[in-house]
């Protein structure tokens, strides 16, 4: 499991965990990722009560001609509708989440 806090500027903090349940190095990891509390139990998403409790990401990894290709699936796990609903409506903010991530690592790699 990984259980991370991310601090907003103002201070206030956002908890969630990675339940991992497969790493097979180089090109694949999944895990369930939920919101959580201090603690590392399960909670709701702060801003957004019919956000998925549970979501499972599936990370690939592949290589071409010494370039790596990232893909990253995430579904809700155990959804009611309306949490599907929730989760689509957001797809387009998740996206702009994960491509933030990326462009910091690629910050990060061109610096090593």
């Not at 201090?38 to 019919?50: A, V």
Request: glycine share 8%; hydrophobic share 35%; aromatic share 12%.
């Amino acid at each position: 499991m990984f259980h991370y806090c991310m601090e907003a500027p103002n201070g206030d903090e956002m908890w969630g965990k990675f339940d991992y349940r497969e790493i097979t190095a180089p090109e694949r990891i999944v895990f369930v990722n939920s919101f959580s509390d201090e603690d590392g139990g399960l909670t709701r998403h702060p801003l957004s009560p019919d956000w998925p409790l549970e979501m499972l990401s599936t990370i690939t990894f592949a290589e071409q001609d010494g370039r790596t290709t990232v893909t990253v699936r995430w579904v809700p796990l155990n959804a009611t509708d309306a949490e599907r609903k929730t989760f689509e409506a957001g797809r387009a903010s998740m996206q702009q989440g994960w491509s933030g991530t990326m462009d910091q690592l690629t910050d990060y790699l061109a610096k090593a």
